[in-house]
């Protein structure tokens, strides 16, 4: 079955960074786009940045642009969220997700599998 697991997050300052992990498992994970959402607390979910099935181009919500990089390694079936320059409203549970297709879409209907999360505090 297709497993969905994230890893990497902590508490960082302001300024700080962290790097998030998704390990992928129980589909193709070359032949997906994939994205990273994030759920402030209080707050719905949001679309952060996603990357096509095969690394070519990428996608990021202008909150995050410049400070966040996606990458995906297809070898490992792992995908990846350099987060730098963090502030204190970067704080939520992040996810990673499985698209329907091949291409980025911000759309989270768009997307049928999830991880569990991991949770990313931005405190000094």
């Known amino acids: 079955q297709v497993q969905l697991v994230e890893s990497g997050g902590g508490l960082a300052q302001p300024g700080g960074s962290l790097r998030l992990s998704c390990a992928a498992s129980g589909f193709t994970f070359s032949s997906y786009a994939m994205s990273w959402a994030r759920q402030a607390p209080g707050k719905g979910l949001e679309w952060v940045s996603g990357?096509?099935?095969?690394?070519?181009?990428?996608l990021y919500a202008d909150s995050v642009k410049g400070r966040f990089t996606i990458s995906r390694d297809n070898a490992k079936n792992t995908l990846y969220l350099q987060m730098n320059s963090l502030k204190p409203e970067d704080t939520g549970l992040y996810y990673c997700?499985?698209?329907?297709?091949?291409?980025?879409?911000?759309?989270?209907?768009?997307?049928?599998?999830w991880g569990q999360g991991t949770q990313v505090t931005v405190s000094s």
């Open positions: 990357i096509y099935s095969d690394g070519s181009d990428t």
């Open positions: 997700a499985k698209a329907r297709r091949r291409t980025v879409v911000r759309n989270l209907g768009e997307y049928d599998y």
